[in-house]
């Protein structure tokens, strides 16, 4: 176990495992990830309560405009930096958000990206160490999104390079590492082992067909995730409550692709 007690991990997580909804989106990429229903973030919180997800990924902007902690049933997770795909060079991401203000948000995690290779890597590094001995002093746990990535990176979705990925999460203190999987299924049971007692959660990444949504979570819960980090793929969903409840099945009640599958029939 980390510095923080079980308790505090398990405020977004339900028996070691976790279902997070990401809707830090429309910093990263613009509004082109958006129609005319998800745009409105009052949109993904209906799914995140309905759905009853473990925790929901925004930017301080957004959280304090539409999220009321007073009244939410869902778990609030502040992403800590961002950055525009506007910038075309090594990417880094700046701090935007302090801790202080997160915990006034009512967060009870946050959230931090980091990009190995890059040629900015040292300060987030910095940046990243600081932040996570503030959140644990108040006993909020750290996911690292750690993603590889730069002039330096020849393929960031090989089996070396996550694995080197999840393994920056666990020196850097991180209590969760949120990562890419690359299909790769007997190779990324290394990558779990290589990010020891760092919890980790898969992204979501881009639009996948629900069969193949559903079998890459399939695989690497079993090769030993501890849940799933997702955006696009529920609110961009014609049904997201259905989508919801197939993930669930799999890495909650430990079911297969096809009885996940007869739930979006």
Known sequence: MSFLTKLQ??????????????????????????????????????????????GLILHHGVAEKYYDKHNATVPLIIKLNGKTNLVKKDPTSSQVCSIGRAVKLGADAVGYTIYPGSEFENKMFDDFSKLVETAH???????????????????????????????????????????????????????????????????????LSDKELLQRTYEAMKAGASGLAIGRNIWQHKKPLKITNALKKIIFDNKSVNDALKILK
């Open 9 to 54: 991990m398990q405020k977004i997580m339900h028996n070691e495992k976790s279902l997070l909804l990401a809707y830090d989106q429309g910093l990263e990429h613009g509004p082109t990830d958006f129609n005319l229903n998800n745009v409105n973030p009052n949109y993904i919180l209906k799914i995140a309560e309905k759905g009853k997800y473990n």
């Open 137 to 207: 002093t108040y006993g909020i746990p750290v996911i690292a999104w750690v993603y590889p990535r730069g002039k330096f990176i020849k393929d960031e979705l090989s089996t070396e390079t996550i694995a080197y990925a999840a393994r920056v999460g666990l020196e850097l203190g991180a209590d969760f590492v949120k990562i890419n999987y690359n299909n790769d299924f007997e190779g990324f049971k290394w990558i779990v082992k290589a990010a020891g007692k760092t919890k980790v959660l898969v992204v979501g990444g881009k639009k």
